[in-house]
Structure formats: structure tokens, C-alpha cells
T-cell receptor, first 111, second 113 residues
């Protein structure tokens, strides 16, 4: 079945450091790929998405590229801020209403 | 611009009690779902609905019931709460159109003692 694997956390970085959170997937067909962010005490918010191979999703300085050849959708940001501290979830959308989530990666950014 | 609204935000139950978690969306979305979030396990699908009157089981349905009498509402019922149901519960909705994302509520933190 479809699945998403993302790197274990927590990830601790200093402010202005470069961020990469790895995400790989297994799916039949051509899923859409998403990154969600969860701030403390809140629900999940869509951060970015990509709907086909080689698409790059971007938002708030974060980027991820849909790589079909490596079945990956790694999240990157060039310079993290304390306010980016949160849990990040990689997800795939299979069909019109089915979503599979990774286990989440907690990011802590230190001032 | 409410989106997906869940109530309550926090709840403490005694083992064996029943309760209903409420979820409502105002986006006219066909698809609604309930997830539970546990440490190290990500989000696991409990039940989902693809439209009014249609529900189905997800990955972890035992101990939970759902119904979908209207497009807007999708309540989750715990029939006899157990400590293993201590978790954070999220309701989500989506339009059902290809390549669209799910929208989440703020969550309900449930503790069963």
C-alpha cells in the first residue's frame, strides 16, 4: 500500500542555519505530495504542495521538489528562524480523498 | 472564514464513559475524516466519509462510531472510553477534487483516566 517515510526528529538548529527534512514515499499511480506544519497546540496547516513530477512547491521560504525518480519530496529552507519551530508532516494524496501522513519531524530552532 | 471547527478543545473522561467529539466545516466539502495523533505514530485514520450518508472505516476504527447526516457535520462517538484512546483527535475535510489538500481543525486533546 501507499506509505510515507520521513526522517526522525527532533532536529535542532541554530537560527539562520540551513534546513533539510527528508521525505520519501511509496505509491501506485501519481500522487500529490504535501508538507504540513503543526505549531504547538494547533492543527495542521498546509505549508506547500506539488501535484506532479518535477513540480516545486514553495511558501514562506520553504521549498520542496517532487522527484519521481527518487520518490522523494524533501523540505528545505535556506535560513530558519525561531518562529519555524514546529512539527512538520510529509503527506501524499492518493486519489481524490485519501491522504497518507508521515510520522512527523519536530524542528527546534535556537536563537 | 471558519473552515473546520472542532469542539471541545480539551476533555477528560473516566474509563467507560461515552462522549461525542464534534466537527463542522463550512466549505461544502464532500470528504471528511477523523484522525488520531499519538507520539511517534503520526496521524492515523479512524473513520472517513465521502458524502452525507456514507461512512467507512479507516486504519484504527475500533471503539469509535461516526455518522454523516449532513454535508457540514461529522461527529465522532466514543462508546465506552478506554485509556488507550487518550490522544489528540483531528477532524479534516477536503473537496474531493484531484490534487487538493485536506483542511484540519484545531484538534481535541482527550485524556481517559
Amino acid at each position: 500500500g501507499d506509505s510515507v517515510t520521513q526522517m526522525e526528529g527532533p532536529v535542532t538548529l541554530s537560527e539562520e542555519a540551513f534546513l533539510t527534512i527528508n521525505c520519501t514515499y511509496t505509491a501506485t499511480g501519481y500522487p500529490s505530495l504535501f508538507w504540513y506544519v503543526q505549531y504547538p497546540g494547533e492543527g495542521l496547516q498546509l505549508l506547500l504542495k506539488a501535484t506532479k513530477a518535477d513540480d516545486k512547491g514553495s511558501n514562506k521560504g520553504f521549498e520542496a521538489t517532487y522527484r519521481k525518480e527518487t520518490t522523494s519530496f524533501h523540505l528545505e529552507k535556506g535560513s530558519v528562524q525561531v518562529s519555524d519551530s514546529a512539527v512538520y508532516f510529509c503527506a501524499l494524496g492518493s486519489g481524490t480523498y485519501k491522504y497518507i501522513f508521515g510520522t512527523g519531524t519536530r524542528l527546534k530552532v535556537l536563537a | 472564514n471558519a473552515g473546520v471547527t472542532q469542539t471541545p478543545k480539551f476533555q477528560v473522561l473516566k474509563t467507560g464513559q461515552s462522549m461525542t467529539l464534534q466537527c463542522a466545516q463550512d466549505m461544502n466539502h464532500e470528504y471528511m475524516s477523523w484522525y488520531r495523533q499519538d507520539p511517534g505514530m503520526g496521524l492515523r485514520l479512524i473513520h472517513y466519509s465521502v458524502g452525507a450518508g456514507i461512512t467507512d472505516q479507516g486504519e484504527v476504527p475500533n471503539g469509535y462510531n461516526v455518522s454523516r447526516s449532513t454535508t457540514e457535520d461529522f461527529p465522532l462517538r466514543l462508546l465506552s472510553a478506554a485509556p488507550s484512546q487518550t490522544s489528540v483527535y483531528f477532524c479534516a475535510s477536503s473537496s474531493g477534487r484531484t490534487n487538493t489538500e485536506a483542511f484540519f481543525g484545531q484538534g481535541t486533546r482527550l485524556t481517559v483516566v
